[in-house]
């Protein structure tokens, strides 16, 4: 019975290990020419659907801002079907959204923007055709209203439809789709030039980090080293560079161990936790159980280093986990939520390295 246990969770184990993260598969559906098409992608044609209780209206606003946002990243915009282009981005804009599904559970479809199945008002639905062929990608813009003519009456605009559109429009002035679909596209060199503009927010330049992060854009490395000057975008900058290759295990201990902010402190030792259980490289244990072990460390660092060594069981993690265990269960302080998270981290990576040991 313990021989077939055994067994059954190192099979269950080597299964999840075949299973891609999400970083590395968000773009696994595709085949390899369609890979190779959207590589290519420079043109696209924006076809904007907008519809009112009284009907269809013109499209013609929104399209500008889809354009101008698109051009932003250096995409070029056609607005009539004949005229060559590499993909079609469709846009459905309506006062009372009409249900046309959504991706499968997971993913993307668990994001706030996904398609929603109970809202009911206006809505912009995003989707895009690859060789005529609509792609899973879906996302969704929504007002802040629900009743477009309720919303309509209390400020006080003539047309509930009208005033649904340029409410809509309002959210995709501010929405950052273009940057979404440049990472959907495999397109790091668009977000790396914006993420070096002067004139991009800092904001956006998180969001762009990460997206690279999401992407394994090895090529954004320098970028987000040059990142680490910034206190505003160091955090972001890490949590990065934990998607990407093992090339930066050397940098994320030396901003563990000499960065005098907490905080950048935290973020490498997570990032380091990413890194090492993307790429099963044990090689972050031994600089995670020194921080671990280090009395100087602060708590809110202690706590991610101990999940980062959960991410990556190890033996070797085990006693230095039940030591500081130990000495967290002797402190009686219920109120301190700083103790009640390290103590949770601990134990949920003493079950995770004493299990893996126990049956490996």
Not at 321 to 329: G, N, T, W
């Amino acid at each position: 019975m313990q021989k077939q246990l055994s067994l059954s969770i190192c099979t269950l184990c080597l299964l999840l290990s075949l299973i891609p993260s999400s970083a590395s598969a968000y773009r696994e559906y595709f085949t390899p020419e369609q890979k190779a098409q959207l590589e290519k992608i420079q043109t696209v044609f924006v076809d904007v659907l907008t519809i009112t209780d009284k009907g269809g209206v013109d499209a013609g606003t929104l399209a500008e801002v889809v354009t101008q946002r698109l051009s932003e990243i250096g995409y070029v915009i056609v607005r009539d079907p004949v005229k060559s282009h590499d993909v079609v981005l469709r846009l459905k804009c309506e006062q009372r959204k009409t249900w046309e599904g959504t991706t499968v559970t997971g993913g993307d479809a668990d994001l706030p923007d996904a398609p929603s199945r109970l809202w009911k008002g206006p809505a912009c639905q995003l989707t895009y055709l690859l060789g005529g062929m609509k792609i899973k990608w879906q996302k969704e813009v929504r007002t802040e209203f629900e009743d477009a003519v309720a919303a309509a009456q209390t400020a006080q605009a003539p047309d509930a439809g009208r005033y649904a559109m340029a409410k809509l429009q309002e959210a995709l002035e501010k929405y950052e789709f273009p940057l979404l679909l440049a990472a959907e596209w495999g397109h790091a060199d668009r977000l790396l030039k914006l993420l070096d503009s002067p004139d991009t927010s800092q904001a956006r330049k998180i969001k762009i980090m990460s997206l690279l992060g999401e992407m394994q854009a090895d090529a954004a490395m320098p970028k987000l080293r040059e990142a680490l000057k910034d206190r505003d975008l160091a955090k972001q900058a890490l949590s990065s560079i934990g998607n990407l290759g093992r090339d930066g295990i050397p940098l994320l201990v030396e901003m563990m161990n000499t960065s005098p902010q907490l905080e950048v402190q935290a973020a490498a030792a997570k990032s380091l936790g990413q890194l090492g259980g993307l790429h099963g490289d044990a090689s972050v244990v031994l600089p995670l159980l020194a921080k671990l072990q280090d009395p100087k460390t602060d708590w809110t660092v202690l706590t991610e280093v101990a999940w980062a060594l959960g991410k990556i069981p190890d033996k070797r993690s085990i006693q230095p986990l039940y030591d500081l265990d130990k000495k967290l269960q002797a402190i009686r302080d219920p109120d301190n939520i700083t103790l009640k998270k390290l103590k949770e981290a601990v134990f949920w990576s003493i079950k995770q390295c004493d299990t893996w040991d126990q049956y490996s």
